[in-house]
């Protein structure tokens, strides 16, 4: 492993020249920097924050600021990696994946400089920036997603079964015509969904009705825009799942404004990340997945890998974990008249 005084003597230039370059301070040349930050990648070159196991883990996510309007997830998850990285005594950061990183540093380089020795990855949909730091073999575990990239680590939950149990559940109260009301963002969350909705149907012997298939942002507003999507149907639904807490939580809202009874007139099944299916009137049937847990043992692992040695390689560490199905107050039986939303508005409930 090379030295700042090595990468001088072999560029020509100070050390001084070289330590600004390796920590983004101003006052050296865009080629000069260049130079450096290659010389120091082809070297090996760690900064003095990357020679030893250090207790600093990074959090990452895209530029994308994470929305609150998106449910608890985010919450229940930073809950369980700081339970985690605090139980093995190390501290997280935050850090923003393309705010701060100079367009000449590979990642490497740019996370030793914030001083971290491995992080945990948010994808929000898009694995794309997680393979790429995968492919520079930093210590990287990708956290609630999955990537087909051989050298991407994760832990994910994965709500495929729960999902086809829940739509099987409605089958056996009588529901034939179910809608899916997705998040717009497909990640292998809403997938799984997807796929568990799918197949419940299809072992049914009930063809599907893309109609009934529906998306928009994952939040309150979209819950309700997909309900009045599906009900203002010629033939709607007499059950819908929803695959985010958010929407759900709308849909429930706007049926509690407009006087539609959940689930007298009305089933809906939705997905809860933490305890958001008891604070609903009436609280919802819902496919559960621990966010909290899940945080936890993403902590417990990279806590462990960041202790690794530089040239110990890593074993691939990939866990799914299932997600269950719990039936609370908002599924009955199949309603013989459904009810729709007409075109004005108005909550249309034949006798």
């Given at each position: 492993m090379s030295s700042v005084r090595q990468i001088a003597k072999e560029l020509g230039i100070s050390v001084a020249t070289v330590s600004r370059a390796i920590n983004q301070h101003a006052g050296v040349s865009e080629e000069t920097r260049r130079r450096v930050l290659e010389a120091a990648d082809r070297s090996g070159y760690r900064p003095s924050t990357g020679k030893k196991p250090t207790n600093v883990i990074g959090l990452v996510y895209p530029e994308e600021p994470v929305k609150s309007d998106l449910g608890d997830f985010e919450a229940a998850l930073l809950s369980?990696?700081?339970?985690?990285?605090?139980?093995?005594?190390?501290?997280?950061?935050?850090i923003s994946a393309g705010r701060d990183k100079h367009a000449d540093e590979t990642f490497t380089q740019f996370f030793h400089r914030k001083g971290v020795r491995a992080i945990i990855m948010r994808s929000l949909g898009d694995t794309s920036l997680v393979e790429k730091i995968a492919s520079e073999d930093f210590p990287t575990l990708l956290v609630a997603d999955r990537s087909d990239d051989a050298r991407v680590n994760y832990i994910d939950s994965v709500s495929r079964d729960s999902s086809r149990h829940a739509i099987e559940h409605l089958l056996g109260l009588g529901h034939t015509r179910i809608g899916l009301a997705m998040h717009n963002i497909i990640d292998t969350d809403h997938q799984d969904r997807e796929a568990g909705y799918r197949e419940a149907l299809e072992n049914a012997g009930i063809e599907i009705d893309p109609a009934l298939i529906v998306r928009a942002e994952a939040n309150t507003g979209g819950g309700?825009?997909?309900?009045?999507r599906l009900l203002e149907l010629d033939s709607p639904p007499t059950a819908i799942f929803f695959t985010n807490p958010m929407s759900t939580i709308g849909a429930l809202h706007k049926c509690l404004r407009v006087g539609i009874k959940v689930p007298r007139d009305l089933s809906i099944v939705g997905v809860d990340d933490s305890v958001t299916r008891f604070q609903t009137f009436p609280r919802y049937t819902a496919v559960c997945q621990d966010a909290v847990s899940l945080g936890i043992e993403a902590a417990r692992w990279i806590t462990r890998a960041a202790q690794t040695e530089d040239d110990v390689p890593m074993e691939i560490f990939r866990e799914t974990r299932p997600t269950t199905f719990e039936v609370l107050e908002t599924t009955s039986f199949a309603n013989p008249n459904p009810v729709?939303?007409?075109?004005?508005?108005?909550?249309?409930?034949?006798?």
């Open positions: 369980g990696i700081l339970r985690g990285v605090y139980e093995k005594r190390h501290d997280l950061t935050f309700e825009i997909m309900l009045t729709r939303i007409d075109s004005d508005g108005t909550i249309v409930k034949d006798s």
